[in-house]
């Protein structure tokens, strides 16, 4: 008996899911139709409708696979098997972001992309949001470690320095994750850290 495609054993859900992911991903949300994806899962149109009410539910929970996939699984284990203490994992972020950039296959930010090309008001706009929220929370969580003061405005401007470096490698910048890598290290070691007080002079007594 001949193997059923691994795609047509899978439950419409997943295989809708799987090719949104695929699609969305490269080409982003907008530029892809309802068409398009049940043609790439080879579902039927009720299998979506069935399991999603419209297709900003169906991109929506692509981005909830786009954290398990690359934020969790490959960015967050990334920066951990390259680096042990929480600075030097901070700047780990950027090498694996080399190595990203210079990928033919790469594909930008979905996160970001999701949010520019959705409306501030819509439940997209805010998902992507949400889920660039998390990113910044690792951020911050490294930060803490590290005990850098202000860990949330520290985690602000090191994400500030990733995202831009995700837009300058959109632009064609295959060294934007190098250069954004030094402009990083000089942040960190300028950042005060919790516990180490500077020192006041005290005025002299001359009495």
């Avoid at 700047?91 to 996160?111: H, M, N, P, T």
């Avoid at 500030?160 to 000089?186: F, P, W």
């Amino acid at each position: 008996m001949a193997r059923l495609d691994n795609r047509i054993a899978t439950r419409p859900r997943e295989r809708l899911v799987d090719a949104a992911y695929e699609l969305f991903s490269i080409n982003g949300v907008n530029q892809i139709g309802i068409d398009t994806i049940l043609s790439q899962s080879r579902c039927a149109k009720a299998s979506l409708y069935g399991n999603f009410d419209s297709k900003v539910d169906l991109a929506i929970a692509f981005l909830d696979r786009r954290e398990e996939v690359w934020t969790r699984g490959w960015l967050e284990t990334e920066i951990k098997q390259r680096a042990t203490s929480p600075e030097a994992r901070l700047l780990a972020i950027f090498d694996v972001f080399d190595g990203w950039f210079r990928k033919k296959s790469f594909e930008g930010c979905s996160f970001i992309n999701v949010l520019l090309e959705s409306n501030a008001k819509s439940p997209l706009h805010r998902t992507a949001a949400i889920h660039l929220a998390k990113i910044r929370a690792i951020i911050r969580d490294l930060a803490e470690e590290a005990k850098l003061r202000e860990p949330e405005k520290f985690a602000q401007a090191w994400h500030m320095l990733m995202k831009g470096s995700i837009v300058s490698a959109c632009e064609g910048n295959k060294n934007a994750a190098r250069e954004a890598k030094r402009a990083a290290q000089l942040v960190l070691e300028g950042w005060g850290r919790a516990g180490k007080l500077r020192l006041r002079r005290q005025p002299l007594n001359l009495r």
